[in-house]
C-alpha cells in the first residue's frame, strides 16, 4: 500500500519557497532603459534589412531592376544609346533620380513604421525599454540605409552594364561618376525618407499621398522653370550633382532653362532643413499620439 505522498518532481514549492522566489522576483532590478543614441543604435541593429523582406522587397527589386533593359539591349543590337559614362548618367537620370528612387524612398520611408502601424504591432514595440524617440529615428536610419543598399547595387550594375562597353580600363577611370551618384543618392534618401516618415504618422493613406506628391508635384516641378523648382528635393539633388561633379548632364537638369543655380550650400542647407523639420515634426506627433492594439 503507498502513501499519497507527493513525488519531488510534481509537488509544488513550499510556502517558505514561494515567499522567497517572490522576494527575489521584487528583488530582481527592472530591464535597463537604454539612452537615446544607445536605443537608436540597437534599434537599427535589430532592423537590420527587414524592409526588404517578403513581397515589398521582391517588389522593389524588380522594380530596380527594369532599367537594366536599356544596357542589355546595347550587347545585342550596336546604337541602342545605353554605353559608356554617357549611358550611365543618361540610364540613372531618366529612371532612377526621376522615378525608382523615389519610390524605393516612399516604401521604405514609409514602411519602417507604417508596417507596425497598420499591423497594430507598435504598441508591443512601444513597451521594450527603448525611448520613443530612438526608435523612430533607429527605424528613419534603417530605412536610409536599406534603401541605400539597395540602390547602390543597383548603381554598381548599371555601372558595370554600361561602363564595361567601353572596356574594363574605363571602369576604373570612370569611377568617380558612379561615386558622385552615390553621394547623391544618400543625400536625397535622407530627406525623402524623413519626410515619408512624417506623413506616416500624420497622414492615413501615407502611400497615396506620397504617390501624389512625387509625381504630380516632384518631378513636375523639378522641370518648371522659375522658382517652383526649388520647393522640391530633387532639383536641390541635381544642384549639389552639378557642382560636385561638374558634369553637363547634372548642370542641365538642375537649370533646364538657363536659370542661375543655387550654391552647394544653400542647397545642402534645403536638404538638411527638410530633414530636420520633418523629424522634429515627426518625433513631436509620435512621441503625444496613442497607439492602440
Not at 21 to 40: F, T, W
Not at 99 to 107: D, E, G, K, P, Q
Not at 172 to 184: N, Y
Request: proline fraction near 5%; charge should be positive.
Amino acid at each position: 500500500m503507498t502513501t499519497s505522498r507527493p513525488s519531488s518532481t510534481t509537488s509544488s514549492p513550499e510556502p517558505a519557497e514561494t515567499a522567497g522566489a517572490g522576494a527575489d522576483a521584487l528583488a530582481r532590478p527592472a530591464p535597463r532603459r537604454r539612452r537615446l543614441l544607445d536605443g537608436i543604435a540597437a534599434t537599427v541593429r535589430v532592423s537590420g534589412l527587414s524592409l526588404l523582406r517578403g513581397r515589398r522587397g521582391v517588389a522593389l527589386a524588380l522594380l530596380c531592376a527594369v532599367p537594366l533593359v536599356a544596357p542589355a539591349i546595347e550587347l545585342v543590337r550596336a546604337g541602342a544609346g545605353a554605353k559608356g559614362a554617357l549611358g550611365f548618367l543618361d540610364t540613372i537620370t531618366k529612371f532612377y533620380f526621376a522615378r525608382v528612387n523615389l519610390v524605393v524612398a516612399l516604401f521604405l520611408g514609409c514602411g519602417a513604421l507604417g508596417e507596425e502601424i497598420e499591423g497594430r504591432t507598435l504598441p508591443y514595440l512601444l513597451t521594450r525599454p527603448v525611448p520613443r524617440s530612438a526608435l523612430l529615428l533607429g527605424r528613419w536610419l534603417s530605412a536610409i540605409v536599406t534603401a541605400t543598399v539597395l540602390l547602390s547595387a543597383s548603381f554598381a550594375l548599371v555601372y558595370a552594364a554600361t561602363v564595361a562597353q567601353m572596356g574594363f580600363e574605363a571602369l576604373w577611370v570612370d569611377l568617380p561618376v558612379l561615386g558622385w551618384a552615390l553621394l547623391g543618392v544618400v543625400v536625397s534618401l535622407v530627406a525623402y525618407s524623413a519626410f515619408f516618415m512624417l506623413l506616416t504618422i500624420v497622414v492615413k493613406w501615407p502611400l497615396l499621398v506620397g504617390l501624389g506628391l512625387l509625381f504630380l508635384w516632384e518631378e513636375w516641378a523639378a522641370a518648371m522653370p522659375g522658382r517652383a523648382a526649388r520647393y522640391t528635393v530633387l532639383h536641390h539633388v541635381y544642384t549639389l550633382l552639378a557642382h560636385w561633379s561638374r558634369d553637363d548632364t547634372y548642370v542641365r537638369l538642375a537649370s533646364p532653362f538657363g536659370d542661375k543655380m543655387l550654391s552647394a550650400s544653400e542647397s545642402l542647407q534645403v536638404l538638411a532643413w527638410i530633414a530636420a523639420v520633418s523629424l522634429a515634426l515627426a518625433l513631436w506627433r509620435f512621441r503625444k499620439k496613442t497607439y492602440l492594439v
